[in-house]
């Protein structure tokens, strides 16, 4: 049985920490990882360390290879894989990139970013597979996320990414607990995913917090194995006063037309750009 509040995912981009990370939960913990997130940064890591240059084709090629492997080790999680898009590549390139990932494995889900863009694809992607809401900053944009996915057939995850706010002296914390009060009276079908982790107190807050999903690189993960993946205390507090707070925005509400929360935030676009350009170096 887990003990745990929340569902485990490695992030990652190699099939061999997956493994290994799966393995250390089973033998501890008695069951397997629940899932695994990759990005297109991880995964070009992976594979200049492996290959170096390569075609277009055969990078796509070896992405499929990546997470075919992760999946084989965990059959029954979930595995993100993300679309590739910069500030120009529209809705329809992005739902044809979507529809032809998701045939790669059985367990596939895909990472839309959370620009209008990318949102407008993800709405219509979530009636026909799982997907997954990545470069997330803001409650706005988790107001955006839960309206545009309204009636989805898949499960529908959001991805606040925590480190990177920390990186800019801002409580990256703050806003997994903002997004979870702001769908606390909603209809549960939106999953938080807590990512973009660097430490363990980010895991300790995460579960103190419910987050349904917390994914961890695996440098971090080997850290916490190391501590029986051990939960926080009751008496456990995330106190980071050399963080700015980000405060929850009672004007932001659920309820409105997707289209009229404000999807924009630096870290987004600064997120997609990086990610196209670590992509875009493999070839
Ligand atoms: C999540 O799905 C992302 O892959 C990841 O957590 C990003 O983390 P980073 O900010 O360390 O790149």
Do not use: C
């Not at 170096?52 to 492997?69: C, N, P, S």
């Not at 995850?157 to 480190?163: H, K, R, Y």
């Not at 801002?170 to 209809?187: A, P, Q, R, S, W």
């Not at 993946?229 to 004007?251: G, H, Q, S, V």
Request: net charge negative.
């Amino acid at each position: 049985m887990n003990r745990l509040p929340s569902k485990i995912f490695i992030d990652g981009g190699s099939p061999t920490e997956t493994k290994e990370a799966s393995e250390r939960r089973s033998v501890t913990l008695g069951f397997p990882l629940d899932g695994q997130t990759t990005n297109p940064t991880l995964i070009a890591r992976n594979l200049v360390e492996k290959s170096g240059k390569l075609t277009e084709k055969d990078a796509l090629a070896e992405y499929k290879r990546i997470v075919r492997e992760m999946s084989s080790v965990i059959p029954g999680g979930s595995i993100s894989i993300q679309v590739f898009a910069d500030e120009k590549t529209s809705a329809g390139d992005m739902l044809e990139q979507a529809r032809e990932r998701n045939k790669w494995i059985p367990n596939a889900s895909i990472k839309f970013p959370a620009t209008h863009e990318g949102l407008k694809a993800a709405g219509k992607a979530s009636l026909e597979m799982p997907i997954n809401i990545t470069l997330v900053f803001s409650q706005s944009q988790a107001a955006a996320v839960y309206e545009i996915t309204r009636g989805a057939k898949y499960p529908i995850f959001i991805s606040p990414f925590v480190g990177r706010l920390d990186d800019i002296g801002e409580n990256g914390m703050e806003v997994v607990k903002n997004i979870l009060n702001l769908y606390e009276n909603g209809d549960g079908h939106v999953e938080v995913l807590t990512a973009s982790v660097r430490n363990l107190d980010h895991i300790l807050y995460a579960l103190l917090l419910k987050s349904d999903i917390i994914t961890i690189p695996f440098k971090i993960f080997q850290l916490w194995a190391d501590e029986n993946f051990r939960n926080p205390a009751d008496d456990y507090l995330y106190n980071k006063p050399e963080l700015r707070p980000i405060p929850y925005r009672a004007d932001v509400k659920l309820g409105r037309d997707w289209q009229t929360y404000d999807l924009q935030h630096m870290l987004t676009d600064r997120g997609l750009v990086s990610f196209y350009k670590d992509w875009t170096s493999l070839f």
